[in-house]
C-alpha cells in the first residue's frame, strides 16, 4: 500500500496517509480540531478545507457537489469526508471548519444528600508482632478492625503490597485503612491523611462534567466540562456506533480519546482542589447507553440495528485501572444502570437526582442533548422514551448552526416595527455562527414578527432589507456580513425552519404519547441539562416544544444527571435505588407506537395545528 505526505495548514503539522483514506481522518488522527457534526457521511457540510489546485485527491462527489457553493469550488474548497488522498498533497483548514474548545457549564448543582459513601476512612492500631505470634501484617490489620471496629475484612487490593509493609512500620503501626463497602481494603495511609476524595463523571454525547468530591463531608471542591473528544469522529451516537465498527481501529480510538480528555479533566479538577489523584478512591459515571458502552470498551453494534440490545444493564463496579481512569489504582469505578438502548444511566441518574418517585405530584421531565430523554411520573408510575431532537436543537443540520462555544449566537431578538435584530453572542466577539437557543430564538421570534406563519413557511412581510436569496430561496439574514467573523450573511434559511419543526415535533409528540400512557397532565415541566439551563422558556413555549406547559410551570432543574452521579457516589443506598429506578420505569419505543406519527405531525405546526395555547397572545 502507498503512503503519501499531508501538509496540513495553518497548523504547520504533516501527516502519512494511506493512499484512499479520506482528508477527513487524516487530520481526526493528527489531533487538528476540525467540524465534523454528521461523522464523515457527507451530510453537514461542516468539514470544508481548501486543497491546493493541482494537488492530488479525488474527484469532487456528489455530495461536495450538493454542499459547495459554485464559488467556493473555484476556491479549491471541499469535504474533508469526501476527498480521498490520491498522492502527495496540502490541505488547509479555515477558521470557520476549526473545532473551539468553549464549552458551556454543565456543573450547576442544586440539591444534595447525605453522606453514606462506599469508601470509608478508618483509622487502625495495629498489634505489635511478636516471635510468640508471629502472624502477618494483614492477618493483624484484619484482627485490629474486627475487634476494634467490628469490620469483617474479606479483601486487600494488590496495589497495597509494595508499599503497605514499609508505610505501616514508618506510622508505628498506626495507619488509617481506606474500605470499599467494609470488605475490601483499597489503602492504607498515613495518620496525617484525614481525607479520602471521589470523582462523579456526567458523560455526555457532546460535553463531560466531573466534579471532585469530599467523602466525609460530601463538599464538591471543585468542577468543570469539557467537549467529549469523540465529538471529531461524529456529534450523533449513530456516527459514533457507525465510526466504532465500520472504521479501522474505530472502537479502541473512540475509547483511547475519551479517556485521554477525561483523564485531563480529573487531573485539572485535582490541582483547583489542590489534592493528588492518588486520594481519589472511588468515581461514577453516568452517561447514556453508548457512551457507557464506549466508556468500558464494549463493542455497540448491536445498539445500532434493531432490537437495539445493550450488552449488559445492571450497575457495574470495576476496577479503575480496569477502564483506564487514572485516580488511585486500587480505586473502583460504579457505573449507574442501563434502561434501555437510547435511555440510559444518565436518565436514571436524572430520576435519581429529583426523585418524581417519591412525590404525588406527577412531573414531566425533559433532559434535551444530543439526545431528547423524556420521563413524565410520580410514586405510583414512571414511564420513559427517548427521541431525536438533539441535532437542530444543538446547532446540527442548521446552514450556520453551530455548538454553543466562542462566537456562537445564542439570543435572538426582532423589532419588527423598528426594523432592528438584535443577538447576543458568546464570548462578546464577532458571530460566525448560530447555537441551539440562539435557534430556538431565531425560528420563535420570525413566528412573533409574522415573518413566518404557523405552517413555518416564510411570509411576505416588511423588513426588506433582511431578505436575500439563497440557493434554496429565501434567507432571514441575522447578521450581515460586515458584522460577522466569517464575511457573509449568518441568515436562517427555510430548511433550518422546517428542522427546528422536525425536532421540536418530536419532543412534543414524545411527550404527549408519555401523558397518553400516564392517564395524568403533568403540572410542571422540569428541564434538566445544560440546554435547559441556557433555553428561553417563553420563546420554547411560542414554539410548542412541551404539551401542558405554560412558561410558569417550565422550570429548570441544572445538571441532574451530574448531581444523580453526585447522590450514587456519597450514599450507597442511592445506588440500591437507582437500580429499582432502571427496573421500575417503563421504557416506551416511540417507532412502535400508532399514534406517534399523527401526534408528530400535528406539532409540525408553531405553536400546533390542534392543541390549544391560551395563553399564546400574551407572550407575542
Not at 479502541?252 to 483547583?272: F, G, S, T, W, Y
Request: with cysteine.
Amino acid at each position: 500500500m502507498a503512503y503519501f505526505e499531508v501538509k496540513i495548514l495553518p497548523f504547520g503539522k504533516e501527516a502519512k496517509a494511506e493512499g484512499g483514506a479520506s482528508l477527513l481522518e487524516v487530520l481526526i488522527n493528527s489531533d487538528v480540531p476540525i467540524e465534523s457534526v454528521c461523522g464523515g457521511r457527507g451530510k453537514c457540510g461542516k468539514c470544508k478545507v481548501r486543497v491546493s489546485p493541482g494537488d492530488s485527491a479525488s474527484s469532487l462527489s456528489p455530495e461536495e457537489n450538493r454542499l459547495l457553493k459554485a464559488q467556493e469550488i473555484a476556491q479549491g474548497m471541499r469535504l474533508a469526508c469526501m476527498t480521498r488522498v490520491r498522492g502527495d498533497i496540502a490541505c488547509e483548514v479555515p477558521e470557520s471548519s476549526m473545532r473551539k474548545g468553549y464549552v458551556r457549564d454543565k456543573t450547576r448543582v442544586l440539591r444534595a444528600v447525605e453522606p453514606d459513601p462506599a469508601i470509608r476512612l478508618v483509622r487502625v492500631r495495629v498489634p505489635e508482632p511478636s516471635l510468640s505470634d508471629p502472624s502477618s501484617d494483614l492477618e493483624r490489620i484484619g484482627v485490629a478492625m474486627k475487634e476494634g471496629l467490628g469490620l469483617s475484612i474479606e479483601a486487600i487490593d494488590p496495589y497495597c503490597f509494595s508499599y503497605g509493609p514499609s508505610l505501616l512500620r514508618r506510622e508505628g503501626l498506626e495507619v488509617n485503612v481506606v474500605t470499599w463497602f467494609e470488605k475490601e481494603i483499597l489503602g492504607l495511609q498515613g495518620r496525617r491523611k484525614g481525607e479520602v476524595y471521589g470523582l462523579a463523571l456526567d458523560i455526555g454525547t457532546t460535553t463531560i462534567g466531573g466534579y471532585l468530591v469530599n467523602l466525609r463531608d460530601g463538599r464538591i471542591l471543585s468542577s468543570g466540562s469539557i467537549l467529549n473528544p469523540q465529538v471529531r469522529f461524529g456529534e450523533d451516537i449513530m456516527s459514533r456506533i457507525s465510526y466504532a465498527v465500520n472504521a479501522r481501529d474505530g472502537l479502541r480510538m473512540l475509547k483511547a480519546v475519551l479517556m485521554d480528555d477525561i483523564n485531563r479533566l480529573v487531573q485539572d479538577l485535582c490541582e483547583k482542589a489542590e489534592v493528588e489523584t492518588d486520594e481519589i478512591f472511588e468515581g461514577t459515571v453516568v452517561g447514556n447507553t453508548v457512551m457507557h458502552h464506549l466508556f468500558l470498551g464494549i463493542d455497540p453494534s448491536a445498539l445500532g440495528a434493531a432490537p437495539f440490545v445493550p450488552f449488559l444493564r445492571r450497575g457495574l463496579d470495576v476496577k479503575a485501572r480496569d477502564v483506564g481512569l487514572k485516580i488511585n489504582p486500587s480505586g473502583y469505578v460504579h457505573l449507574l444502570p442501563l434502561e434501555a438502548a437510547f435511555v440510559g444511566a444518565d436518565n436514571v441518574a436524572v430520576i435519581l437526582a429529583l426523585k418524581p418517585y417519591l412525590s404525588e405530584e406527577c412531573v414531566l421531565i425533559v433532559d434535551i442533548g444530543t439526545n431528547g430523554e423524556i420521563v413524565i411520573g410520580n410514586k405510583k408510575r414512571l414511564i420513559s422514551a427517548s427521541c431525536a431532537t438533539g441535532p437542530a436543537l444543538e446547532g446540527a443540520h442548521i446552514k450556520f448552526g453551530m455548538r454553543a462555544d466562542v462566537g456562537a449566537i445564542e439570543r435572538v431578538r426582532i423589532d419588527r416595527e423598528s426594523g432592528e435584530v438584535w443577538v447576543n453572542v458568546i464570548g462578546g466577539v464577532k458571530p460566525k455562527g448560530i447555537c441551539g437557543s440562539g435557534v430556538i430564538d431565531a425560528v420563535a421570534e420570525l413566528f412573533k414578527a409574522g415573518l413566518i406563519d404557523g405552517s413555518g413557511r416564510f411570509a411576505r412581510g416588511e423588513m426588506g432589507d433582511r431578505w436575500k436569496d439563497g440557493p434554496k430561496g429565501r434567507e432571514f439574514i441575522l447578521c450581515k456580513a460586515e458584522d460577522t467573523s466569517i464575511g457573509e450573511d449568518i441568515t436562517i434559511t427555510q430548511e433550518d425552519i422546517r428542522n427546528v419543526q422536525l425536532a421540536k415535533a418530536a419532543l412534543y409528540a414524545g411527550a404527549k404519547i408519555l401523558i397518553g400512557h400516564m392517564g395524568v397532565e403533568p403540572s410542571r415541566v422540569l428541564l434538566a441539562g445544560a440546554f435547559g439551563m441556557y433555553i428561553d422558556v417563553k420563546n420554547a413555549f411560542v414554539l410548542g416544544m412541551f404539551p401542558c406547559a405554560e412558561p410558569s410551570r417550565i422550570v429548570s432543574v441544572g445538571n441532574a444527571a451530574g448531581e444523580g452521579a453526585i447522590f450514587a457516589l456519597l450514599n450507597r443506598k442511592q445506588r440500591e435505588e437507582a437500580e429499582k429506578i432502571a427496573e421500575a420505569v417503563e421504557y416506551k419505543e416511540l417507532t412502535l407506537e400508532k399514534a406517534f406519527q399523527r401526534e408528530f405531525i400535528d406539532a409540525l405546526y408553531i405553536p400546533h395545528r390542534k392543541d390549544p395555547f391560551p395563553s399564546l397572545t400574551d407572550y407575542l
